[in-house]
């Protein structure tokens, strides 16, 4: 009796994981996986480029990396910046609000959904089944960092409404794996790979060798920027003499050859010892320089260059303080701020302003305590 019950259960399991793995093989629309998933931390749509703190439990950020990762249009994506009940008010640059789910669209509930709570919510539509049902991933649903689950249009968590985002550009082809490349900004941002990592700025004509990734020729912005947009290329910097890996943008990079030292050698000795065509040696003069050679290649403004279109590494929303995290300190500076105890500069006030209204006041004390929590989204 107890063998047939236990036959009963494996075949039950085994029936309940059917339409699981048959979702997964879906040729037509490749779901995300959680081995894709687990790997966030190596993807820059995941990580330096997603506009969203507290990577890994937030619904916006994983949101926005996996519509990127589909390919879709991060200029339309950047529009949404803030809390996830604001997403559907803040579409914009192409992205439209619908009634009716999409492969591809994002799963918006609002501030009112009983499944979205006080601050909203957002997936990804992944597959729509032929029931009329939708899969939607997420992160931070059901306290975890990744969820794929079902939803039938008559379930009280079915989404508000969705969000459609226009495709992005196709990738670059203009580098591949194995060739060197070098720098041609003055200073240059190289964005090292890994979470919250700061940027290091290499000097002009740093080597680097581009390496085989899968982000490769992603057109994306930096973090809190929605203004540069660059493709991007993942690369081996020597930085004080160990090798780095990160992210070099295309804009300001060049081909770059190693010379061959036999030919430097005989390119030397023809400098030491130039001749005439008769044989005789000429006299070693120096050559007429051009007193604007040197700045041909350096392009216009170069000390502001890559430094000025960027914003600070650390410039994040709710972080008042610049130090690279939303926490208690930040709650007590948007406090004091709001009772007149301190002010807060320029940059520090459009950090507090989270709700985005011009003026930082209670109701962004409170969004930067929530975020402070890991509530937000």
Request: hydrophobic fraction near 35%.
């Amino acid at each position: 009796m107890i063998k047939l019950r236990l036959v009963v259960i494996i075949l039950t399991a085994a029936l309940l994981l059917i339409p699981v793995f048959s979702v997964a093989a879906d040729e037509d629309y490749p779901v995300m996986t959680r081995e894709e998933f687990d790997n966030w931390p190596e993807l820059p749509e995941y990580t330096i480029f997603n506009p969203f703190p507290s990577k890994g439990t937030n619904c916006t950020w994983y949101g926005h990396g996996r519509m990127m990762q589909l390919g879709y249009c991060p200029y339309a994506l950047d529009s949404m910046r803030f809390s996830a009940y604001r997403w559907a008010d803040d579409a914009d640059r192409g992205a439209e609000v619908v009634e009716e789910p999409v492969a591809g669209s994002i799963a918006f509930w609002d501030s009112e959904a009983s499944f979205g709570g006080s601050l909203g919510h957002v997936g990804v539509v992944e597959k729509i089944k032929e029931d009329g049902s939708i899969l939607v991933s997420d992160s931070s649903s059901s306290r975890s960092a990744y969820n794929l689950f079902s939803i039938d249009p008559d379930d009280r968590r079915w989404p508000t409404a969705f969000i459609t985002v226009p495709e992005g550009p196709g990738r670059s082809q203009k580098f591949s794996p194995q060739e060197t490349v070098r720098t041609t900004a003055v200073n240059l941002y190289f964005r090292l790979e890994g979470v919250d990592q700061d940027p290091v700025l290499v000097p002009q004509h740093t080597e680097a060798l581009i390496k085989a990734h899968p982000s490769n020729g992603i057109f994306a912005s930096q973090a809190w920027s929605t203004s540069s947009y660059h493709y991007w290329w993942y690369a081996s910097v020597e930085i004080e003499g160990e090798l780095k890996n990160g992210w070099l943008a295309e804009t300001y990079l060049e081909f770059f050859a190693a010379p061959d030292p036999e030919q430097n050698q005989d390119e030397k000795d023809s400098e030491k010892n130039p001749k005439d065509g008769s044989g005789h040696e000429e006299e070693n003069t120096p050559k007429d320089i051009d007193e604007n050679d040197e700045a041909k290649n350096i392009p216009e403004d170069a000390d502001k260059n890559e430094e000025n279109s960027f914003p600070e590494p650390n410039q994040i929303p709710g972080d008042i303080d610049g130090d690279g995290n939303v926490d208690v300190l930040d709650v007590t500076l948007a406090m004091q701020h709001v009772l007149n105890i301190v002010d807060l500069t320029g940059k520090q006030v459009e950090a507090a302003d989270l709700n985005g209204d011009g003026i930082v006041d209670v109701r962004d004390v409170v969004l930067i305590m929530q975020q402070a929590l890991g509530l937000n989204g």
